[in-house]
């Protein structure tokens, strides 16, 4: 894509706007009413199970699921803070790339209630997560960089070449599947999940298709809006009539590391990090005072940090969506708008 034909974005932007200062009064005032934990299943007749993940906290709504996105930040593994207005900024941001990306495969959405809430199809979910990247970097034991810098040039089933610098460009975009195993992400080859039985050859090459060509959507769009769509994580089912779908959520912040595109080579020439919109900051401030992978007790994350994190998210949704990012002004608390949305969502469906 030509220079022309992208949005120009600063950092600028970033760390000092009049709209950041209009939201970050809200953020602050938010720090003590988080969305870290639900109890739908105690409010909800409807709802009989509760499965509660790293984000999102699930409920067994028979035919389908309840997901609903807390503001709890996790990375390492483990769950560092509770970011406000996390659980609304990954919700929505989901939603508009579930609803622009049905040319390229169906999704699980059947419909969002609330802000904080989608109500999914239920389906057999992939054990394997398809995590597609298009530079060398990151910071955990699994990222591309950490790997490649330790001498490893065969990753995944992909052959890296050598010469390789941290935030380069790859000379195409790869696909690096990972699976669960002791609540730690395990870097695993087609073949191996092949031959494990985790998935068909023929699921497996539909599958990692889309995620290609998800991911190859996602950084088109980041792209026009200033954007470089770095890497990203995509889950998948197989609905009832055995349709792929995808689910979970889609080009987030959370799932997905954004740098500002205009500055990137200029800053990449000189050895520089690239100007990043998401939570690499943070992992990075815990890497620097904790071990955050063996360490029983982590340190809080420092207020000012969190409320950054939160103004970010706002900024990349507004960024990639257009749109303004709609705080919430009811004073009615978090869990009983919930409850009383997925409830009425739920009546309708029967």
């Known amino acids: 894509m030509s220079q022309q034909n992208q949005q120009e974005l600063s950092l600028d932007s970033l760390i000092s706007s009049t709209r950041k200062e209009e939201v970050l009064g809200a953020i602050k005032g938010s720090l003590s009413y988080c969305l870290t934990e639900t109890s739908l299943n105690k409010t909800v007749p409807a709802l009989k199970s509760k499965v509660r993940g790293k984000v999102r906290d699930i409920y067994d709504a028979g035919d389908y699921l309840v997901l609903v996105t807390t503001d709890r930040q996790s990375a390492f593994d483990k769950i560092l803070a509770s970011i406000p207005f996390k659980g609304q900024v990954l919700n ?28 999914a199809k239920k389906c057999s979910v992939f054990p394997v997560e398809f995590v597609v990247r298009g530079y060398v970097t990151g910071s955990t034991d699994t990222s591309l960089w950490t790997v490649y810098k330790n001498g490893v040039r065969n990753y995944c089933g992909n052959a ?16 690096t599947p990972t699976t669960k195993a002791d609540d730690h992400d395990v870097p695993i080859t087609p073949e191996e ?23 190859e959507y996602g950084q088109r769009v980041a792209l026009e809006h200033g954007l470089i769509l770095v890497d990203t994580k995509y889950e998948f089912g197989k609905g009832s009539d055995g349709s792929v779908l995808l689910i979970d959520e889609v080009h987030t912040p959370d799932s ?11 800053r990449f020439q000189k050895g520089l990090e690239p ?11 815990f890497k620097d005072h904790c ?3 063996e360490d029983k007790v982590l340190p809080d994350a420092p207020a000012d940090l969190v409320c950054e994190l939160a103004w970010r998210y706002i900024f990349l949704y507004e960024t990639i969506t257009k749109s303004k990012f709609e705080l919430p002004l009811t004073e009615e608390p978090i869990h009983d708008r919930i409850s009383r949305n997925v409830e009425l969502a739920l009546s309708s469906l029967r």
């Not at 100007?275 to 401030?285: A, G, Q, T």
């Open 291 to 293: 071990n955050p992978y």
């Open 92 to 119: 929505e941001t989901s939603l508009w790339w579930f609803d622009r990306t049905r040319h390229i495969t169906q999704n699980a959405v059947v419909s969002a209630p609330d802000k904080n809430v989608t109500i």
């Open 193 to 215: 999940i092949v031959q494990s039985g985790l998935m068909t050859e023929a699921d497996y090459c539909e599958v990692s298709s889309k995620a290609l060509s998800l991911f």
């Open 160 to 175: 890296l070449p050598d010469g390789l610098v941290k935030s380069q460009k790859l000379p195409s975009n790869i696909l």
């Open 275 to 285: 100007e990043n919109v998401d939570k690499e900051f943070l992992r990075l401030w």
């Open 256 to 266: 997905s590391r954004y740098w500002i595109a205009h500055s990137y080579e200029e």
